[in-house]
């Protein structure tokens, strides 16, 4: 079971870009579908994109379709969220995870059986 590692969190101020960084060891993440989903505080956790295998289709929410990209780099075995035009909504705990879900399940997370543990994201004046 590939195990994943969150980065590239922090502080940001509305409008800002902030990249997130998910890498996966003990397996090639080309073989699963990677996913961000994000918990804002006090709330349940929700999807925020997802790209299928080996690079195919993505998938995103509603809430970040156009601000926000997930991007694959097969070279260093991560899949990173490019978060633009952030706003303060944004502010959650996202994870990384990694599973091997059918396309009708991909926004749910019970397909996922890989998650990392958390990197925490502030958008606030």
């Known amino acids: 079971q590939v195990q994943l590692e969150e980065s590239g969190g922090g502080l940001a101020q509305p409008g800002d870009s902030l990249r997130l960084s998910c890498v996966g060891s003990g397996g090639t993440l080309r073989r699963y579908v990677v996913a961000w989903f994000r918990q804002p505080p006090g709330k349940e956790r929700e999807f925020v994109a997802a790209?299928?295998?080996?690079?195919?289709?993505?998938v995103y929410a509603d809430s970040v379709k156009g601000r926000f990209t997930i991007v694959r780099n097969y070279a260093e075995n991560t899949v990173d969220l490019q978060m633009s035009s952030q706003k303060p909504e944004d502010t959650a705990t996202y994870y990384c995870?990694?599973?091997?879900?059918?396309?009708?399940?991909?926004?749910?997370?019970?397909?996922?059986?890989?998650w990392g543990q958390g990197a925490p994201v502030t958008v606030s004046t």
């Open positions: 790209s299928r295998y080996n690079g195919g289709t993505t």
């Open positions: 995870a990694a599973g091997s879900t059918i396309l009708s399940e991909t926004r749910r997370t019970r397909g996922y059986t890989s």
